[in-house]
T-cell receptor, first 113, second 110 residues
Framework: DGGITQSPKYLFRKEGQNVTLSCEQNLNHDAMYWYRQDPGQGLRLIYYSQIVNDFQKGDIAEGYSVSREKKESFPLTVTSAQKNPTAFYLC????FGPGNTIYFGEGSWLTVV | SQQGEEDPQALSIQEGENATMNCSYKTSINNLQWYRQNSGRGLVHLILIRSNEREKHSGRLRVTLDTSKKSSSLLITASRAADTASYFCATRWSDYKLSFGAGTTVTVRA
């Protein structure tokens, strides 16, 4: 099936640990994005990448890191520097260019315990 | 911030009624998009309307865009229980970021 796959769906992290969320797409999209959503809130952009080996910070990049070594993959690492990491994380991808739609994965729930 | 802001925050309607929600934004945009999110799920794209368009339809959905007022509306006609969800507008301008508002939560009562 074509689409965007995020894993794991649910993840628990102890304070002080780094955790990596996976995002894979087989839609041949150039651009990929990570958003964070807190309960009852909208989406805030963490990082985005328009092309392999290049990425830019979004509005709330502090405490997060990404890589884009392959076109189809855009993993997000939530580091111990992120003070309030409990949230719903959404990965998205889309064709290159601002005139296009972006498509979302099913999200990953991260809880710090 | 370039974020769209939806209004109202929450809407409760009877099945079969129409639901209207609005989105306002602050600066010139390339396009405006509407998404739906069911609880705990990812977002599903509904409609994209470009800055030079005034109205678009898709099934029971009708979107309008007024760039002079920097606002958009989403109308869902003949609502169904399955339309219960949160609806987000997202604006896109010259770069590649898509900025989202806080959403309108729609509840359709049987």
């Amino acid at each position: 099936d074509g689409g965007i796959t995020q894993s794991p769906k649910y993840l628990f992290r102890k304070e002080g640990q780094n955790v990596t969320l996976s995002c894979e797409q087989n839609l041949n999209h150039d651009a990929m994005y990570w958003y964070r959503q807190d309960p009852g809130q909208g989406l805030r952009l963490i990082y985005y990448s328009q092309i392999v080996n290049d990425f830019q910070k979004g509005d709330i990049a502090e405490g997060y890191s990404v890589s884009r070594e392959k076109k189809e993959s855009f993993p997000l690492t939530v580091t111990s520097a992120q003070k309030n990491p409990t949230a719903f994380y959404l990965c998205a991808s889309g064709p290159f260019g601002p005139g296009n739609t972006i498509y979302f994965g099913e999200g990953s729930w991260l809880t710090v315990v | 911030s370039q974020q769209g802001e939806e209004d109202p925050q929450a809407l409760s309607i009877q099945e079969g009624e129409n639901a209207t929600m609005n989105c306002s934004y602050k600066t010139s945009i390339n396009n405006l998009q509407w998404y739906r999110q069911n609880s705990g799920r990812g977002l599903v794209h509904l409609i994209l309307i470009r800055s030079n368009e005034r109205e678009k339809h898709s099934g029971r959905l009708r979107v309008t865009l007024d760039t002079s007022k920097k606002s958009s509306s989403l109308l869902i006609t003949a609502s169904r229980a399955a339309d219960t969800a949160s609806y987000f507008c997202a604006t896109r301008w010259s770069d590649y970021k898509l900025s989202f508002g806080a959403g309108t939560t729609v509840t359709v009562r049987a």
